[in-house]
């Protein structure tokens, strides 16, 4: 007899990191991304199935990033075609290689949004981290043009050692740069960041500091601060009755993991889709569930063992499984994966 699955609703967001070919060399890329790329990405033919595959799945977004999107000569090609086919689209960019002339081109390919990397709030500390001399200014030339032609933007931000003095500024710089909202990563060590950036990652009452912080921020803050790989911090939102003075409620309970925890491989959640179409539930979380050359993304979405396990909140361990706030909390997965082996283990970052 025929198991019988029941069907999994779609991810809001499906991250495709369409090439891993950049002119970067981040410390804690988690593409690990070169500036040859790699051979095995997937065709142009190939991508387009992809986003036959993604039409009409009913997912929110689709991002694709890389390593550096826009150095992909068909990436324009994909977009469009994916934009045609209804998706909304987005591009995760280092903003380096955007000019006014570019920025044209991404809006009337379709792309809808457009995140910039911008890891600090000078020159030396983004150039340092992102591995090239030039790079902040140039992110920022790449936002001043997106601005221009008025497609929106939002800045990413590493949250690490090296710039916990400058969440501040930080904050400032995306507002006044007129960034429509802005991501603080949690830094976690997957991918480069393994090596290259263990040093940087904060201890649990860091953590727990600057969450509030930024809690405290976005009352009086005119965007939206979001927080990925921190699914404690809308506990902060909540414990706190956090009320923006400028941001509608309805928009902060849409950050990631507000009542619904790490979002890797959840109903309305998040997956990734590698260069080499390797699915994982998270960029963060690098546990292979299969490539869509051999299974399409629906398939993988649906019948994946693992993310069975992942969406089952009972078989959290440790302290996670334990808390009061499993269900709308559950620490981050990739960071318990890292540290310990276990998807499934408590989050050693995580301060309750």
């Known amino acids: 007899m025929a198991q019988f699955i029941m069907e999994v609703k779609p991810p809001f967001l499906v991250s495709y990191s369409i090439t891993t070919k950049c002119n970067l ?15 095995d990405e997937l065709s142009t033919e190939e991508a387009l199935r992809l986003i036959d595959d993604l039409a009409g799945w009913g997912i929110g ?30 591009v995760g960019s280092n903003g380096t290689l955007i000019d006014e002339k570019m920025a044209r081109k991404m809006a009337e390919a379709g792309v809808r949004s457009v995140s910039i ?8 500390t983004h150039d340092s981290f992102r591995g090239k001399s030039g790079s902040f200014h140039e992110a920022l030339a790449g936002a001043s043009a997106l601005r221009m032609v008025g497609l929106p933007f939002q800045f990413n931000m590493v949250i690490r050692k090296g710039t916990l003095s400058q969440i501040p500024d930080m904050l400032k710089l995306a507002v006044e740069s007129g960034a429509n909202a802005v991501e603080f990563f949690d830094l976690v060590e997957a991918g480069r ?21 930024l809690a405290e921020a976005q009352v009086d803050c005119p965007i939206l601060i979001r927080v990925p790989a921190c699914p404690m911090y809308p506990l902060i939102l909540k414990q ?28 309305f959640g998040y997956i990734v889709i590698r260069a080499n179409g390797e699915v994982n ?7 292979a569930l299969g490539n869509v050359r051999e299974r399409s993304i629906t398939q993988i979405w649906q019948e994946s063992a693992i993310l069975g396990q992942l969406r089952a909140r009972e078989l959290l361990k440790g302290g996670c499984g334990e808390c009061e706030y499993r269900m709308e909390c559950t620490g981050c997965r990739g960071r318990a994966y890292e540290r310990t082996g276990d998807m499934l283990a408590a989050d050693p970052g995580c301060w309750l």
């Open 61 to 90: 977004l689709l991002v694709f990033d890389g390593g550096e999107p826009l150095l992909r000569e068909d990436l324009l090609e994909i977009v469009s075609y994916a934009s045609k086919k209804g998706i909304m689209t987005g």
């Open 25 to 39: 060399t981040c410390k804690h890329c988690y593409s690990e991304a070169t500036k040859d790329g790699s051979p």
């Open 240 to 267: 706190r009755e956090i009320r923006p003075k400028h941001v509608p409620m309805e928009m902060l309970r849409r950050v990631p993991y507000y009542g619904r925890g790490c979002a890797a491989g959840m109903p």
């Open 193 to 213: 960041a393994k090596e290259e950036c263990q040093a940087e990652v904060l201890e649990p009452g860091e953590r727990k500091a600057v969450m509030e912080w």
């Open 117 to 124: 990397s911008l890891d600090g709030a000078n020159a030396e």
């Open 281 to 287: 539930p998270c960029m963060l979380l690098q546990v």
